[in-house]
C-alpha cells in the first residue's frame, strides 16, 4: 500500500525533476498536474514517511553528467546543495472533484522552497530509503564511496559505512536487519547490517548495477544491471547470487528501475534508452513481454496499490508514462519538468 494518514484514500503520485529543481504533484485518478513546487538542485531519489506526512528528497550539488558528457568539463560541485530535503505533506489536501488543490498552506507558506527542512547527507546523495519504522534513513553518497545512516527525525549521524564505488541503489529488507547497496562502479553488491552497521557481506552482480528490490517476504532480492541487460536475483537470508533473468531482444535493454506485483508476480523493470518496460514473471524468472513506445529513456517506475497502473519517468522528453497492468500498453504521457527521475506515490485525504 502506499503511504498516508489512515482513511486516506487520494492516490497522489510525486515526481522528482532533476533538471527543474522541483517535484511535481499528480492527481492518479485524472492524470492532471496539480502543482509543482521547488525543493532545490537534482532532487532525485525519494521516499515518503510511513504516515505520509513528510517526503524525503535527496538533492545534490554535483553537476549533471550522463550518457555523451565530457565530465573533465563539468564545473565543481557546489557541496552547500547537497542534502536530504524534508517536504511537508501534511497540509496537501485534495478538492472533492479532483485535478484541483483547495488547501496547501503548509507548502505555500515557503514560495522560494517548499522545503520544511533539509538534513546533513555526505556528498552527493542519489537515493535514500527508510527502516519500515521510519526512525532511520539510509543514504546512498555517491561521490565518496558511502552509505549514511540518519536519523529521519533530525538527521543525527549515526553511521558512515564505506561500500563500492558510485553506489547507486539502496534498500532496506521488509525486516529493516539488513540494508542491500548496489555499487555501479564496481558491479557489486554490498550487504550492511544494519544493527552492527558494517558490511557482513560483498556479492558480485551484472554490470553496473542500478536498482534493488524485495519481494514482501525478504526471501529475495531483484538487482537491475543496466549494461548487463539482466534482472540478478539474489537469496536475500544466505546473500548469495541464484540467478540470472536475461532481457533479450532489441533495442538493447538497459534495466533501470523496478516494481513488484506481488499479486499477479510480476516485476516490472524499466529499460532506459531502449524506451521500453520489461515485464517478468518472478514465479517462472522468465520474461514475458516487452511494452513498447513507452517514452525517452524511462527511469523511476512505480506501481498503483491495486497494480492497475504502472507509471514511468521519462527523463529527455520531460513526461511522464501511464500504462494499463492489464493490457500493457500506454494510456497517457503527462508532462511534468525538465528531467523527471523518480516517483513516488501517497494517499493524502480530500477536502
Known amino acids: 500500500m502506499a503511504p498516508g494518514p489512515k482513511g486516506a484514500e487520494r492516490l497522489v503520485v ?27 538542485k537534482r532532487p532525485r531519489g525519494m521516499k515518503v514517511s510511513v504516515d505520509g506526512s513528510k517526503l524525503y528528497v535527496a538533492l545534490s550539488g554535483s553537476p549533471r553528467g550522463g550518457p555523451n558528457v565530457d565530465e573533465s568539463q563539468l564545473p565543481p560541485p557546489d557541496r552547500s546543495e547537497d542534502g ?11 478538492g472533492s472533484s479532483g485535478g484541483t488543490v ?22 552527493d546523495p542519489e537515493t535514500i530509503d527508510a527502516t519500515p519504522d521510519g526512525l532511520v534513513l539510509a543514504v546512498a553518497n555517491e561521490d565518496s564511496a558511502q552509505v549514511r545512516l540518519i536519523q529521519a527525525d533530525n538527521g543525527a549521524l549515526l553511521a558512515t559505512i564505506a561500500v563500492g564505488l558510485e553506489p547507486e541503489g539502496l534498500r532496506f529488507r521488509p525486516d529493516g536487519r539488513v540494508l542491500y547497496v ?14 552492527e552497521r558494517r558490511v557482513i557481506a560483498t556479492l558480485p552482480v551484472g554490470q553496473r548495477p542500478r536498482n534493488i ?3 514482501p517476504e525478504g526471501e529475495h532480492a531483484y538487482v537491475a ?18 540467478t540470472s533473468i536475461e532481457i533479450e531482444g532489441t533495442p538493447r535493454p538497459m534495466p533501470m528501475g523496478m516494481a513488484l506485483d506481488p499479486s499477479e508476480r510480476r516485476l516490472y523493470v524499466s529499460l532506459g ?13 522468465r520474461l514475458l513481454q516487452r511494452i513498447e513506445g513507452v517514452g525517452a529513456r524511462p527511469w523511476g517506475i512505480a506501481l498503483t496499490p491495486d497494480g492497475r497502473k504502472i507509471y514511468t519517468a521519462n527523463g529527455p522528453s520531460g513526461d511522464v508514462s501511464v500504462i494499463d497492468a492489464k493490457t500493457l500498453r500506454v494510456t497517457q504521457r503527462i508532462q511534468v519538468g525538465q528531467q523527471p527521475w523518480g516517483i513516488s506515490l501517497v494517499r493524502v485525504r480530500g477536502s
Open 182 to 195: 548496489t555499487s555501479e562502479a564496481n558491479d557489486r553488491l554490498d550487504v550492511i547490517d544494519v544493527g
Open 102 to 123: 483547495t488547501r496547501v498552506a503548509a507548502l505555500q507558506s515557503k514560495p522560494a522552497s517548499a522545503l520544511q527542512a533539509k538534513l546533513t547527507s555526505g556528498n
Open 213 to 215: 528490490l524485495f519481494d
Open 273 to 285: 534508452r531502449a524506451g521500453e518496460v520489461a515485464v517478468i514473471d518472478v514465479r517462472s524468472l
Open 225 to 242: 544491471c543496466e549494461l548487463a541487460g539482466r534482472v540478478d536475483v539474489i537469496d536475500a537470508r544466505a546473500h548469495r547470487p541464484l
Open 84 to 94: 536530504i530535503g524534508v517536504l511537508d505533506l501534511s497540509g496537501l489536501s485534495l
Open 14 to 40: 510525486l515526481v522528482s525533476n532533476e533538471a527543474s529543481n522541483d517535484i511535481s504533484f499528480i492527481d492518479a485518478a485524472s492524470g492532471a498536474v496539480l502543482r509543482s513546487l521547488p525543493v532545490g
